[in-house]
């Protein structure tokens, strides 16, 4: 992130209530639906509210980037007539998927609040209605998925049990035969799937005939191609 990008996020005085190294912890203002819809979208992942708020901003980046004026507008009467607040430590990686575009002179805080609203109204996840158990276990999968994963985590803030649970929730692309056939330069990883995604790596695992660890690998790998593209 650039000086002047900094200086465009420090200072906004409405936004930002403190920074810590490249973590601005911004309070973003949420209805009491797309509240309780991220808690219930967490809770079939196994993770936190936050780490559900920063995987939505993640994986929607550019999809809506699009949205108007207007239908921000529309979201933010929302949030005026009744919100609260959560407060989400944000990487200058996520921060810089957001930067230089249409915010009609709106502040970070509320472009960010009104954006993931409409996102959540936008989208349709899977969910529960309380947080469900998590299975830990480990796994064999590449070095360069755990390097992957490694990195992405530090770059986002996001957490392993995230995208591995959510990369299972994806539509199925089989791997290669060269690419699962590789067998060299694997470690053991340790990894914690919900019963639904342990569920249906076994479930796709007997569909393919491919290790359950090469299933979980691609998806991954999938979803991590697509969040960078």
């Known amino acids: 992130m650039d000086k002047n990008t900094l200086f465009q996020w420090y200072n906004d005085a409405n936004t930002i209530v403190w920074k810590r190294g490249v973590l601005l912890k911004i309070g973003l203002l949420l209805t009491h639906e797309i509240y309780q819809e991220l808690e219930k979208r967490g809770h079939y992942l196994g993770i936190s509210k936050t780490s559900t708020v920063l995987l939505h901003l993640v994986l929607y980046a550019t999809q809506f980037k699009e949205v108007t004026k207007k239908e921000l507008e529309h979201e933010l009467d929302k949030i005026e007539i009744s919100h609260q607040q959560l407060q989400v430590e944000m990487s200058d990686f996520i921060l810089l998927k957001y930067d230089n575009r249409k915010m009609y002179l709106l502040t970070v805080r509320k472009y960010l609040s009104a954006y993931l609203s409409y996102v959540?109204?936008?989208?349709?996840?899977?969910?529960?209605?309380?947080?469900?158990?998590?299975?830990?276990?480990?796994?064999?999968?590449?070095?360069?998925?755990?390097?992957?994963?490694?990195?992405?985590?530090?770059?986002?803030?996001?957490?392993?049990?995230?995208?591995?649970?959510?990369?299972?929730?994806?539509?199925?692309?089989?791997?290669?035969?060269?690419?699962?056939?590789?067998?060299?330069?694997?470690?053991?990883?340790?990894?914690?799937?919900?019963?639904?995604?342990?569920?249906?790596?076994?479930?796709?695992?007997?569909?393919?005939?491919?290790?359950?660890?090469?299933?979980?690998?691609?998806?991954?790998?999938?979803?991590?191609?697509?969040?960078?593209?």
């Open 120 to 229: 959540v109204h936008q989208t349709n996840w899977k969910s529960e209605e309380k947080s469900v158990f998590k299975v830990v276990s480990t796994t064999s999968l590449s070095q360069g998925a755990v390097n992957q994963l490694a990195s992405f985590r530090e770059k986002t803030g996001i957490p392993n049990t995230a995208l591995l649970n959510y990369a299972v929730t994806l539509d199925y692309r089989a791997p290669s035969t060269e690419w699962a056939s590789k067998g060299t330069n694997r470690v053991q990883q340790g990894i914690q799937l919900t019963k639904s995604s342990s569920d249906r790596v076994k479930e796709l695992s007997e569909e393919t005939g491919y290790p359950k660890n090469i299933v979980l690998e691609q998806q991954l790998i999938k979803l991590l191609e697509d969040i960078v593209n």
